[in-house]
């Protein structure tokens, strides 16, 4: 039941900054959210998401780089992306889960995907 609704992706230089937004129709967990990324012929990646006890965990290719964090007042997921490099170009995923509290996360609900380029 849940929608959400992304924005934030474009074209940025080497070393830019990029920040993703991810509203949700209702109301975020605190646990169970997070950002996705996919470029053609691989396979989805974990960028950042806050895992089931409420602790962001970061994929180690955008760890010191990238910080995930939930505005909670506004229902908006963020993704802050710094030092931009080439080889984070991808389609960008914003997803969350519609089950309660457990031991693991089942992304079942996702964005429509916004891209994020990044060349000279």
């Known amino acids: 039941q849940e929608q959400l609704v992304e924005s934030g992706g474009g074209s940025v230089q080497p070393g830019g900054s990029l920040r993703l937004s991810c509203r949700a129709s209702?109301?975020?967990?605190?646990?169970?959210i997070g950002w996705f990324r996919q470029t053609p012929g691989n396979k989805r990646e974990e960028v950042a998401t806050?895992?089931?006890?409420?602790?962001?965990t970061y994929a180690d290719s955008v760890k010191g780089r990238f910080t995930i964090f939930l505005d909670v007042a506004k229902d908006t997921l963020y993704l802050e992306m710094n030092s931009l490099k080439p080889e984070d170009t991808a389609m960008y995923y914003c997803?969350?889960?519609?089950?309660?509290?457990?031991?693991?996360?089942?992304?079942?609900?996702w964005g429509q995907g916004t891209q994020v380029t990044v060349s000279s």
């Open positions: 209702g109301s975020f967990k605190t646990y169970c």
């Open positions: 997803a969350a889960d519609s089950f309660e509290r457990g031991i693991d996360c089942y992304f079942n609900i």
């Open positions: 806050f895992d089931s006890d409420d602790r962001p």
